[in-house]
């Protein structure tokens, strides 16, 4: 009987203890919790990853030459990469000159919708591999196939059409006596008509391609080719 009793002692001041204890645990640990999510939320990463975008600019080798591309203006993507290039292809919104905008798509309900304008300039730039440069091209073949006839237009520009039944069959020559202007003119017709200028730097041909309705201010389509190539390649 005296050993139940004192064991019935024992439990209770046994419980006694651990209820004693249990309050100051419980309330360190809660210190513990609470500092914890402190840490985390202090060292939590608060920057948002953003998609990597290429350069501006690459450099490309063209005929051993070397030109400055903007990116956003090159047109096919194989073409999107810095390096040794037999050509490269771009375009630049006019008069700007700045890269193009992405196209914008076109639903079925647009098809049928008259043209829009051509805002853009269009430039090749190819290893000419001592080719004919084009200003002798412009002095000794194109002559070859030109009309006798000789049209004046406004502000210096003269026109020669080429015979029908020569290679350029279709086109005019356009070109300006005060200036080293040439460009090579397909006709208006179901589609507008284009001309294409030529010019070389050093192991390239540039070929600049633009409607043939702007050669109205053919001065300042002159202005953009050049700054376009001061622009690419640093030097005119």
């Known amino acids: 009987m005296t050993f139940v009793t004192s064991a019935q002692n024992i439990a209770r001041t046994t419980g006694k203890d651990l209820r004693g204890h249990l309050l100051p645990i419980l309330l ?13 939320y202090l060292l939590w990463p608060t920057w948002e990853v953003e998609s ?12 051993s030459t070397l030109f400055n591309v903007p990116s956003a203006s090159i047109r096919m993507k ?43 300039i269009f430039l090749s730039i190819a290893a000419h591999h001592d080719a004919l440069a084009p200003d002798i091209r412009a002095r000794t073949i194109y002559p ?6 000789t049209t004046i237009g406004e502000d210096g520009l003269t026109m020669r059409a080429f015979r029908e039944g020569s290679p350029y069959s279709g086109e005019d020559l356009f070109s300006a006596t005060a ?42 389509v002159t202005d953009a080719m050049d700054r376009l190539t001061l622009q690419l390649h640093g030097q005119k």
């Open 144 to 149: 070859r196939y030109l009309d006798q006839a």
């Open 78 to 120: 194989i073409q999107h990469h810095t390096g040794p290039q037999e050509r490269i292809d771009l375009s630049f919104a006019y008069p700007s000159l700045e890269p193009p905008e992405a196209p914008k798509r076109v639903s079925a309900a647009d098809v049928d919708e008259a043209m829009q304008p051509i805002d853009r």
């Open 52 to 63: 990597a975008s290429g350069p501006a600019r690459l450099p490309v080798s063209i005929g």
């Open 28 to 40: 360190v640990g809660a210190i513990a919790a609470a500092a914890l999510a402190l840490v985390a």
């Open 179 to 220: 200036s080293d202007f040439v460009a090579r003119c397909s006709r208006e017709a179901a589609t507008p008509g284009m001309c294409l200028s030529e010019r070389r730097v050093e192991g390239a041909d540039l070929t600049f391609r633009f409607p043939r309705s702007w050669l109205a201010h053919w001065h300042e």
